[in-house]
C-alpha cells in the first residue's frame, strides 16, 4: 500500500488570550484541537464547514505558518511539523499555496513577470536567464492569461485574473500539494466556474494533490474527491463525495448539507434548523462539542467525547453511533 503524500496526526493549535489586569491571566482559543486526516497524490480533500470552524488554521498549520501545538504533519513519509530550516525549505517547494483574496496575496510594486521569477529563482529551478523566462512564460500559457500581461502590475487586473496569477506563482514551484485557503470564495459565480474548472485541468496534468478549504458546498460537490467536515476545531466527518452528499451519517453534516440551495427554480427544500449559536472556541462545551444543537443529544454526549470511527470503511463519524437512530 502506498504512502499518503500528507498525513495530519491529532494536530492541534491553540492560541493564547491575555485576559484581567495587566494579561495576567491567560485563555486559549481552542482553533484547532485534534485533527487527523490523510491525502493521496492526486487526490482532492475538501475541508468544510461554518466560519470560524478551524479549517483555515489547519492549512496555515500544514504550510508551517505558525507552529503547531502539537500533533504531528508527515509529508511523504516524512515529519515537517518540526522540522530544520533546510527541511523546511525543501518543504515549501513542495506545497505551495493559494489565497483567499487574489489582491492581497500579490506585491502591488511587482510585475507578474517578477512575481512568477520569485519562487523560481529562490528554489534554483531555472539554469539560465532564458530558462527563467521560459519558464515564466510557459506559466502564463499554462493558467490562460496573454503573455504581454508580464510586465503589467496586480491592480491592472480583474479578480479572476488575479486568481491566476496566484495559481500561476504556486505552480512555479513544482508542488506536489497546493493548499487552496477559499481560492474562489472571493470571485464572482461565473469566474468561480473557471478558476475551479482551471483547477481540476491543473490536477489532471501535472497530478497535483489539492487540500480545497471551503464553505461553499455546491463548488465542493463539483470538484472534490472526499468530503472532511469540521466543527468547532474538530473533523466530525469524512466520506467520499458521492457518499457524504447522498447519506451523510453525523447530524451536523445533514444539517449543513440541508442549507445547500438547488439549482432549480421553485423546488422544495427541507432545511435542518439548528437550535442556538456555535460555542465559543474558547470555553467549547464537554463531551461532543456538537451536543447544545444536537438534535439527537444523549446523556453520554453531554459526558463522553465521541471518536473518529468508521461507520462502513470509507465513511468516518464521530458520534455516538450505537444511539444514533438511522435515517
Partial sequence: MSVPLLQVNDLKKHFPVNKGLFGKKTEFVYAVDGVSFEIARGETLSLVGESGCGKSTVGRAILRLFDVTSGQVILDGQRIDDAAPATMRQMRRRVQVVFQDPFSSLNPRMRVRDILAEPIRNFGLAKSAIDLETRVTALMDTVRLPREALNRRPH??????????????????????????????????????????????????????????????????????????????????????????????????????????????????????????????????????????????????????????????EQWVACHLDELPEG
Fill in 156 to 313: 491592472e487586473f480583474s479578480g479572476g485574473q488575479r486568481q491566476r496569477i496566484g495559481i500561476a506563482r504556486a505552480l512555479a514551484a513544482e508542488p506536489e500539494l497546493i493548499v487552496c485557503d477559499e481560492a474562489v470564495s472571493a470571485l464572482d459565480v461565473s469566474v468561480k466556474a473557471q478558476i475551479v474548472n482551471l483547477l481540476q485541468d491543473l490536477q489532471r496534468e501535472f497530478g497535483l494533490a489539492l487540500l480545497f478549504i471551503s464553505h461553499d458546498l455546491a463548488i465542493v460537490e463539483h470538484m472534490t474527491h472526499r468530503v472532511a467536515v469540521m466543527y468547532l476545531g474538530k473533523i466530525v466527518e469524512v466520506a467520499p463525495r458521492r457518499q457524504i452528499f447522498a447519506a451523510p451519517r453525523h447530524p451536523y453534516t445533514k444539517a449543513l448539507l440541508s442549507a445547500v440551495p438547488l439549482p432549480e427554480p421553485g423546488a422544495q427544500r427541507n432545511p435542518i434548523i439548528l437550535g442556538g449559536d456555535v460555542p465559543s472556541p474558547i470555553n467549547p462545551p464537554k463531551g461532543c462539542r456538537f451536543h447544545t444543537r444536537c438534535p439527537y443529544v444523549f446523556d453520554r454526549c453531554r459526558t463522553e467525547e465521541p471518536q473518529l470511527r468508521s461507520a462502513d470503511g
